[in-house]
Nanobody, 115 residues
Framework: QVQLVESGGGLVQAGGSLRLSCAAS????????MGWYRQAPGKQRELVAD???????NYADSVKGRFTISRDNAKNTVNLQMNSLKPEDTAVYYC?????????WGQGTQVTVSS
């Protein structure tokens, strides 16, 4: 099993930045897939970005050029640097990993961007 704990959410003005962090309860060295998703009120959960064990990154079109996903195998964390935030980025952000063919989710962290 893997427990995931997100941190770093909060309230920020449009144009500002936030850095989300997701700490895993076990070594992530062997975890191939790690990602960030978000869910806004009344909308379905959507992929924001993901990263493989070799560092290959994938981004939703809406965040390309503004968000950067990274992983720190030494600290067992996956991070999401969010710059140039927009009100439409407001959502609960969730960390997700796939480990032994099972998906694990964190509890989520709220990001609110004011206009």
């Amino acid at each position: 099993q893997v427990q995931l704990v997100e941190s770093g959410g909060g309230l920020v003005q449009a144009g500002g930045s936030l850095r989300l962090s997701c700490a895993a309860s076990r070594s992530i060295f062997s975890i191939n897939y790690m990602g960030w998703y978000r869910q806004a009120p009344g909308k379905q959960r959507e992929l924001v970005a993901d990263i493989s064990s070799v560092g290959r990154q994938n981004y939703a079109d809406s965040v390309k050029g503004r968000f950067t996903i990274s992983r720190d195998n030494a600290k067992n964390t996956v991070n999401l640097q969010m710059n140039s935030l927009k009100p439409e980025d407001t959502a609960v952000y969730y960390c997700n990993v796939i480990y032994t063919a099972r998906a694990y989710w964190g509890q989520g962290t709220q990001v609110t961007v004011s206009s």
